[in-house]
């Protein structure tokens, strides 16, 4: 059984900054990527940003130079720093986790949401 717990959502003002948290917890086995997706309503969900077990990070052209991405490998946690949120960035943003299973299988896991709302 694999959980992943996210945190850190809310209501804030075009300009402002929020800060996502993703813990998993459970027989993980070795991480491949953690990230964050997006969906809005009417709309498909969509990545946002990754990070590889390699520290190679990956962002949606609509938030390069605003989000960052980082990872706790000790706490298999990651993190979505989001600066100058725009309304269209509001969402309900998934935490992913892909672990292998073994040597030619992959898991693929998702928390359950948290709402982002920017509006003034």
């Known amino acids: 059984q694999v959980q992943l717990v996210e945190s850190g959502g809310g209501l804030v003002q075009p300009g402002g900054s929020l800060r996502l948290s993703c813990t998993a917890s459970?027989?993980?086995?070795?991480?491949?990527?953690m990230g964050w997706y997006r969906q809005a309503p009417g709309k498909q969900r969509e990545l946002v940003a990754s990070i590889s077990s390699g520290e190679i990070t990956s962002f949606a052209d609509s938030v390069k130079g605003r989000f960052t991405i980082s990872r706790d490998n000790g706490k298999n946690a990651v993190y979505l720093q989001m600066n100058s949120l725009k309304p269209e960035d509001t969402a309900v943003y998934y935490c992913n986790l892909v672990f292998s299973r073994s040597s030619s299988t992959r898991a693929n896991y998702w928390g359950q949401g948290t709402q982002v709302t920017v509006s003034s």
């Open positions: 459970g027989s993980i086995g070795s991480i491949i990527a």
